[in-house]
Every structure is written in C-alpha cells, then in structure tokens.
C-alpha cells in the first residue's frame, strides 16, 4: 500500500472512494520521509500526540460498534510491550490493507481507556520490513 490508509471520523468515507477507484491520497499527512527516532510503547502516556512512529502489527481484528459501524482493533507491539489500538469508522478495505505481522507506520493519539492506554489511529502506512530496526522489536 504506497498511500497513507485514514481512519478519522471524517475522512473514512472519502478513504472508501479512494480505495475504490486507487486515487492517490496526500503524503503530506506524516513529516518527512522517515519517522523519527523510535518511541518505544512503554514511554508513551495518555494524551499524547503521535505523528509518525513505526509499529509492529501482533494481531488484528475486524469488529462492530454498538451502533453497527467497523472499527479495527489492533494490538501494536515493539520490544517494551504491546499496546491495543483503535481505528474508528473503518471498512473491510481498510482491515484487509494491514500487514498482520508487519510493520506500519502511524499517525494518531493515546489516551486512557478504563485506566488502560490505548491508541486511536488516524493515519497509517505499511513499511518495508527492509527499512526497520528490527532490534526495537525484538
């Protein structure tokens, strides 16, 4: 997937569209061309802005607000912990575009869900394995 996938509220049904017909989405969404240096998850603290950091994907799943809407939940992992995620109003496209098992690249927030940190994801991108340090992983 060369375009960033956008999972904001407001923006998941132009995202459908442009799946859809394969238009070309604004980079313009992450600074630079690589993430900065890496923060690991046991760093992070609620309320938190995060504009481009690279995760790996330990697991992932398609699931149903009580509204009826999808969303993916996501657990995010590097070598200080895992971290659940959410990315609300989602579509099957969007589900099916993240490498289980793979690393991705993320724009979006922490916050504090039941005393537990999660992040909401707002913008994501799949990275070449090539270009991670694997040793943050691991």
């Known amino acids: 997937l060369a375009e960033p996938v956008y999972f904001h509220r407001t923006v998941a049904p132009v995202l459908q569209r442009v799946l859809e017909h394969r238009m070309a989405v604004p980079y313009h969404t ?49 070598k200080s912990g895992q971290l659940p995620a959410r990315a609300w109003q989602a579509t099957e496209a969007m589900f099916n575009a993240l490498p289980e098992g793979g690393f991705v690249r993320l724009k979006g ?18 990275v070449d394995p090539d270009s991670v340090d694997v040793g943050d992983f691991q």
């Open 30 to 78: 992450f600074s630079g061309s690589l993430n900065m240096a890496h923060r690991f998850i046991q760093d992070l603290n609620p309320g938190e802005q995060i504009e481009d950091q690279t995760f790996l994907i330990r697991s992932k799943d398609l699931r149903t607000t009580t509204q009826g809407s999808l969303y993916i939940h996501a657990i995010l992992a590097d």
């Open 109 to 126: 927030s922490t916050e504090n869900y039941k005393g537990n940190l999660q992040f909401i994801i707002q913008a994501i991108r799949v």
